[in-house]
């Protein structure tokens, strides 16, 4: 089994800062690829961010310049650091990874329990 493992939401002002941790444990043998989605209510779940093991990045336009995702590789972690946060940041952030669970094995369904984070005017 998998799991993946949130920490760092939290309320903050507007223009200020969170880093959201993500940590995968269990029958893991790499993960090519990892990401971070929102979530609020009314809205689809939307992508944030990803990165893949060679640290290859992509973001949603609407936090790009702002956000940093990041990955350590050897902890089996990602990172997303949020600056200059807005209001319309708020929102359940989820981190899900791309996990090869034995050599040449893989599957995407793998989420972390969400974290709040609340972005005040």
């Known amino acids: 089994q998998v799991q993946l ?4 939401g939290g309320l903050v002002q507007a223009g200020g800062s969170l880093r959201l941790s993500c940590a995968a444990s ?3 043998f790499s993960i090519p690829a990892m990401g971070w989605y929102r979530q609020t209510p009314g809205n689809q779940r939307e992508l944030v961010a990803t990165i893949t093991s060679g640290d290859s990045t992509n973001y949603a336009v609407s936090v790009k310049g702002r956000f940093t995702i990041s990955r ?10 949020m600056t200059s946060l807005k209001p319309e ?4 952030y989820y981190c899900n990874a791309l996990i090869e669970i ?3 094995f893989y599957g995407n ?9 609340t972005v005040s005017s």
């Open 5 to 8: 493992v949130e920490s760092g």
């Open 26 to 28: 269990g029958s893991i």
């Open 72 to 81: 350590d590789n050897a902890k089996n972690t990602v990172y997303l650091q």
């Open 89 to 92: 940041d708020t929102a359940v």
């Open 102 to 104: 034995r050599r040449g």
């Open 109 to 117: 369904d793998y989420w972390g329990q969400g974290t709040q984070v």
